[in-house]
């Protein structure tokens, strides 16, 4: 009976061990640990923007709260931890990231690429004589643009020089958009020739060209009657054409065998530089695009 009674108090507590052994070991429930956190994600990952546009960054994964930390100047975050952020771009234009990390562990991490569209003014400094037109190409920002110069008049985005204006007056132009940015350009007043109301005597020549941002280049040669022909290479776009029409009296048309969409413009001398500048718009089925050309 003894040698029972023992080996039955041996295995009650043998299994009674066996189960606190199991609970404290092997039973997921009671750990003292959570599962592992997944892999951090952001949405959006990539994204272009106009100046001051907003979007909010939504980190997944990880634990929150998330550090952001803005890479570039470009812009501003509305929180540097949280769950989210709300990044608003800012109007210079380029490439800002912003650097989301686990708080936890700030190792894990990963980056969001904002493209902003800057408002872009081309010229920014030009001559004009009294009188003189001047037309510039304004892109990026958010359209539509407004017009102010602190001298003479705009007729859409061309201003026309004060008869009155003297030599060496310097007339300031505000350019903005509609989202509150701006750009000034300036206009030097000369007397002694040149300046954006003199046209150039010819369009032959090779120019650098832009497309509403898209880069290439441009050949033209032209007869006595003022008829050109040539070949366009837009190679951020992706296509070269040849091209036919006139260029008189600082007027420009033309057509590219691509597209078989006019080209209209003005033209007219740098004084600065004795080059010819051209600017006008690009129209197809799609709506109307500005480009300008400069003379190699």
Same mark, same amino acid.
């Given at each position: 009976?003894?040698?029972?009674?023992?080996?039955?108090?041996?295995?009650?507590?043998?299994?009674?061990?066996?189960?606190?052994?199991?609970?404290?070991?092997?039973?997921?429930?009671?750990?003292?640990?959570?599962?592992?956190?997944?892999?951090?994600?952001?949405?959006?990952?990539?994204?272009?923007?106009?100046?001051?546009?907003?979007?909010?960054?939504?980190?997944?994964?990880?634990?929150?709260?998330?550090?952001?930390?803005?890479?570039?100047?470009?812009?501003?975050?509305?929180?540097?931890?949280?769950?989210? $952020?709300?990044?608003?771009?800012?109007?210079?234009?380029?490439?800002?990231?912003?650097?989301?990390?686990?708080?936890?562990?700030?190792?894990?991490?990963?980056?969001?690429?904002?493209?902003?569209?800057?408002?872009?003014?081309?010229?920014?400094?030009?001559?004009?004589?009294?009188?003189?037109?001047?037309?510039?190409?304004?892109?990026?920002?958010?359209?539509?643009?407004?017009?102010?110069?602190?001298?003479?008049?705009?007729?859409?985005?061309?201003?026309?020089?004060?008869?009155?204006? $003297?030599?060496?007056?310097?007339?300031?132009?505000?350019?903005?958009?509609?989202?509150?940015?701006?750009?000034?350009?300036?206009?030097?007043?000369?007397?002694?020739?040149?300046?954006?109301?003199? $046209?150039?005597?010819?369009?032959?020549? $090779?120019?650098?060209?832009?497309?509403?941002?898209?880069?290439?280049?441009?050949?033209?040669?032209?007869?006595?009657?003022?008829?050109?022909?040539?070949?366009?290479?837009?190679?951020?776009?992706?296509?070269?054409?040849?091209?036919?029409?006139?260029?008189?009296?600082?007027?420009?048309?033309?057509?590219?065998?691509?597209?078989?969409?006019?080209?209209?413009?003005?033209?007219?001398?740098?004084?600065?530089?004795?080059?010819?500048?051209?600017?006008?718009?690009?129209?197809?089925?799609?709506?109307?695009?500005?480009?300008?050309?400069?003379?190699?």
């Amino acid at each position: 009976m003894k040698a029972s009674y023992l080996l039955a108090w041996v295995l009650a507590a043998f299994m009674v061990t066996s189960t606190i052994a199991c609970s404290s070991s092997g039973g997921s429930s009671d750990s003292g640990g959570a599962t592992a956190a997944g892999v951090l994600t952001v949405t959006p990952a990539s994204q272009n923007l106009n100046p001051g546009q907003q979007v909010t960054i939504s980190p997944t994964g990880g634990t929150a709260p998330y550090i952001f930390t803005l890479q570039g100047t470009d812009g501003t975050l509305s929180s540097m931890s949280g769950s989210s $952020t709300v990044f608003t771009a800012g109007s210079q234009g380029g490439i800002v990231y912003v650097l989301v990390q686990d708080s936890s562990n700030p190792a894990q991490q990963t980056q969001v690429s904002f493209t902003i569209a800057g408002l872009v003014v081309t010229p920014l400094t030009t001559t004009a004589a009294p009188s003189g037109t001047v037309s510039y190409m304004v892109s990026g920002g958010t359209a539509p643009y407004s017009y102010i110069a602190s001298a003479g008049t705009f007729s859409g985005a061309t201003l026309t020089i004060p008869a009155s204006a $003297t030599n060496g007056q310097v007339i300031t132009v505000t350019i903005g958009d509609s989202a509150g940015h701006s750009i000034q350009a300036t206009v030097t007043v000369s007397t002694s020739g040149g300046g954006g109301g003199t $046209t150039s005597g010819s369009c032959a020549g $090779t120019y650098t060209l832009n497309l509403d941002g898209y880069p290439g280049t441009m050949q033209l040669i032209e007869d006595a009657n003022g008829n050109i022909g040539g070949y366009l290479q837009l190679t951020g776009y992706g296509y070269a054409a040849y091209i036919g029409g006139t260029c008189i009296s600082g007027t420009i048309s033309f057509t590219d065998s691509y597209s078989q969409s006019p080209y209209t413009g003005q033209y007219f001398t740098n004084p600065n530089t004795g080059k010819t500048v051209m600017t006008g718009s690009f129209s197809d089925s799609s709506g109307s695009y500005p480009w300008f050309a400069t003379q190699q």
